[in-house]
């Protein structure tokens, strides 16, 4: 009993100095950015951009105002499109088109970066996201069936606020967003080294072998899988970073992992987000899950074809 209580002590202070240097990383990059977006928010900067792109939402059969909502989803979690949702005369069929993209291309700064430290491209990454979000609204907006009915989603609509008001409101969300990230990213980091220590890795991989075999990932992504579409995309990269720094994952395991997750991440909680302001849960997640197990696949056969290649010039 001693040596187990020993070894779990072990395994959590081992944790405890991985955890405070991810979580720095993550807040230098998320404060600022959180900071710059609810500016520009604020002074109206982004909603003049969404208009540009109107005929580049009408071609998805969207409205041109769901480029608003695209936009805030690019830059911020996903509260903050679904808040924009709220303020426009969106119908449920244009609520699930843009439930499926903002799930795929949401605050892609922050989490492209995380997928950028371990060894995928960031531009690489972000234009995967974006194209797959219109890749996937294109289908839908073949498939979904026309409605004419317009959703009605509860909003309390107060005064504008004032520049300092906006700030104050920014720094109080900012300051839940540290709690938030210092407890998440320690926790992980507790729970993977007690499952490293005690070999419970090992199980999880076995378990979960046949699924990533089917989707093309290698089973030692099997945990980071499993986090990642528990808890996000941040989060999981966060564990993902430490296991590529001690190449207990190659940069291209980890490459194929980031791609799949690039396309479909965080079934619960994001996808949540969205079934309680009514749209289907199933329109959510089977186009995500197709897309990445698709592209995965598509990028496998491409390095597989290129190896034959090069084999056959030798």
Not at 229 to 252: P, Q, R
């Amino acid at each position: 009993m001693n040596t187990t209580l020993a070894r779990l002590l072990s395994a959590m202070k081992s944790a405890m100095p991985i955890a405070g240097r991810t979580s720095v990383w993550l807040l230098k990059i998320i404060i600022p950015i959180t900071l710059i977006v609810s500016i520009l928010q604020y002074l109206g900067v982004i909603e003049v951009v969404a208009k540009a792109l109107t005929p580049l939402f009408s071609f998805i059969g969207l409205p041109g105002e769901a480029a608003i909502v695209f936009l805030t989803s690019i830059f911020l979690s996903l509260y903050a499109p679904i808040a924009v949702i709220a303020t426009l005369p969106l119908n449920p069929r244009d609520i699930t088109i843009l439930a499926v993209m903002c799930l795929i291309a949401h605050n892609m700064i922050v989490e492209t970066a995380v997928q950028h430290k371990t060894g995928s491209n960031y531009f690489g990454i972000f234009a995967l996201r974006i194209i797959g979000a219109f890749v996937a609204a294109f289908f839908l907006n073949l498939l979904l069936p026309e409605t004419t009915e317009t959703a009605h989603i509860v909003l309390d609509n107060n005064v504008d606020p004032s520049f300092w008001q906006m700030i104050q409101t920014w720094a109080i969300g900012a300051f839940w967003l540290t709690v938030k990230i210092l407890l998440i990213v320690t926790g992980l980091m507790i729970l993977q080294n007690i499952l490293q220590e005690f070999k419970i890795l090992d199980l999880i991989s076995r378990i979960f072998a046949p699924l990533m075999t089917a989707m093309g990932l290698p089973r030692s992504t099997s945990f980071l899988w499993f986090v990642a579409h528990i808890l996000g995309l941040t989060y999981g990269g966060a564990v993902m970073i430490e296991e590529v720094k001690n190449n207990k994952l190659s940069k291209y395991d980890a490459n194929l992992l980031n791609y799949h997750t690039a396309l479909n991440h965080s079934t619960l909680e994001d996808t949540l987000l969205f079934v309680a302001i009514g749209v289907p849960v199933l329109w959510m997640i089977i186009p995500r899950f197709i897309m990445a197990i698709v592209f995965v696949w598509f990028v496998r056969l491409v390095r597989h074809i290129k190896s034959k290649h090069r084999l056959q010039r030798r």
